[in-house]
């Protein structure tokens, strides 16, 4: 990524976390579509980061 913040998901129904930086990380979470996801973003860029990762999934995540 080309963000400095950190970046964590955080699967809603099991408090499991990862690294929204690696997609090995994002892969632990085994969310399929309908789990709830909560995003987690700190650091200097950190709007601009949450706003690339909302485009992401209302992109549908290039697959719609």
């Known amino acids: 990524s080309g963000f400095k913040s950190?970046?964590?998901l955080v699967r809603a129904d099991?408090?499991?976390?990862?690294?929204a930086?690696?997609?090995?990380?994002?892969?632990t979470l085994a969310a399929s579509k309908?789990?709830?996801?909560?995003v987690e973003v700190d650091g200097v860029d950190e709007i601009a980061a949450l706003d690339?990762?909302?485009?992401?999934?209302?992109?549908g995540f290039g697959e719609m």
């Open 14 to 19: 099991t408090a499991h976390s990862a690294d």
């Open 6 to 8: 950190s970046i964590k």
């Open 21 to 27: 930086k690696s997609i090995l990380n994002v892969l």
């Open 52 to 59: 690339a990762i909302n485009e992401i999934f209302r992109s």
């Open 34 to 38: 309908g789990v709830v996801l909560e």
